[in-house]
């Protein structure tokens, strides 16, 4: 595995900026270094146990830019490091008419595959009628719920839709349906494309309930892509986190692109 997986650079401008540059220019994906993986990982996550940070870079779709968004078409990310190498490579399952009917409301599957394809964490979303409001997500029909697995068929954790009043809150759950971790968006809730700063959402433990370092935050690509594009650049820190509670905030972050940010493109547009 490349240094650049087993030693991650530090927090800073200098990253980012070298970051930048590798967008929609997409870096062979490394090869593993042989090491032992940790206690209990799942089959696959040998790169995530070892990644302090995940870069999920979306594809931009030249169709959904051609038809000005109106044919919706399954959405696809490049699970990178900061380097811009790819670990993994999610994939949407969602039905055609679901997609354009439904648009963000829509039920679909995420399948995330290894560099060579072989799949090793499925999140699945089932279709609900009326859910989505943040003031009665509490309730079964009303909230959102993401089943995540890792491999496909052994179930890791479930994200849940909390209730609130304004701000976005999704919940983490262990597979016992403990509750791990809370992630709340921040108090604007219109995400506009003038925004070019970092939009951060913040996470906190349930057990302390102190805010922690890890953190969620969709980082703003630049004027073309968030203009004339639904491609969005979201980050995900989870340094010193358990394997599978880092798969857990991984599909976290679909679960915030298709909620937040893929309407806010679209009343964009």
Same mark, same amino acid.
């Given at each position: 595995?490349?240094?650049a !997986?087993?030693s ?6 200098a990253?980012f900026?070298?970051?930048?540059s590798?967008?929609g220019? %997409?870096?062979? =994906? ?6 032992a993986?940790p ?8 790169y995530?146990?070892?990644?302090d940070?995940?870069?999920l870079?979306? &594809?931009?779709d ?5 038809? *000005? ?7 696809r ?10 670990a993994?490579?999610a994939?949407e399952e969602?039905?055609?008419c ?7 409301n ?7 595959? /290894?560099?060579?394809g072989? %799949?090793?964490i499925?999140? %699945?979303?089932?279709?609900?009628c ?7 997500? *509490? =309730?079964d029909?009303?909230?959102?719920? /993401?089943? !995540?697995e890792a ?6 954790g479930?994200?849940?839709?909390n ?7 999704l919940?983490l759950?262990?597979?016992n349906?403990?509750?791990l971790?809370?992630?709340?968006s ?23 309930g *102190?805010l ?7 980082k703003? #690509? =630049?004027?073309v892509r968030e ?6 650049l ?6 010193g /986190?358990? !394997? &599978? ?6 599909? #976290?972050?679909? $679960?915030?692109?298709? $909620?937040?940010f ?7 547009k």
């Amino acid at each position: 595995m490349s240094s650049a !997986v087993t030693s991650q650079p530090v927090l800073g401008g200098a990253r980012f900026a070298g970051y930048s540059s590798t967008v929609g220019k %997409e870096k062979s =994906g490394f090869s593993s270094s042989g090491a032992a993986p940790p206690m209990g990982c799942p089959p696959g996550l040998e790169y995530l146990a070892q990644m302090d940070e995940v870069y999920l870079n979306q &594809k931009v779709d030249l169709l959904e830019i051609l038809t *000005n968004t109106a044919l919706e078409v399954p959405n696809r990310y490049s699970v990178e490091n900061a380097s811009g190498q790819r670990a993994y490579f999610a994939q949407e399952e969602s039905e055609c008419c679901n997609r354009i009917c439904c648009g963000p409301n829509r039920g679909f599957q995420m399948h995330i595959t /290894m560099n060579d394809g072989k %799949e090793v964490i499925k999140c %699945e979303r089932e279709f609900k009628c009326c859910a989505g409001c943040c003031w009665c997500a *509490n =309730g079964d029909h009303c909230g959102w719920e /993401m089943t !995540v697995e890792a491999p496909p068929g052994n179930l890791i954790g479930y994200i849940r839709q909390n209730g609130s009043k304004w701000k976005m809150n999704l919940a983490l759950y262990d597979a016992n349906r403990v509750k791990l971790y809370d992630i709340w968006s921040k108090c604007c809730p219109i995400f506009c494309v003038c925004c070019i700063d970092d939009i951060n959402f913040y996470v906190h433990d349930v057990k302390s309930g *102190n805010l922690l370092s890890p953190r969620i935050y969709k980082k703003w #690509a =630049g004027w073309v892509r968030e203009c004339c594009t639904r491609a969005d650049l979201l980050v995900c820190e989870f340094p010193g /986190m358990d !394997v &599978k509670e880092k798969a857990l905030f991984v599909c #976290a972050c679909f $679960m915030i692109d298709v $909620m937040v940010f893929e309407p806010q493109k679209k009343n964009n547009k």
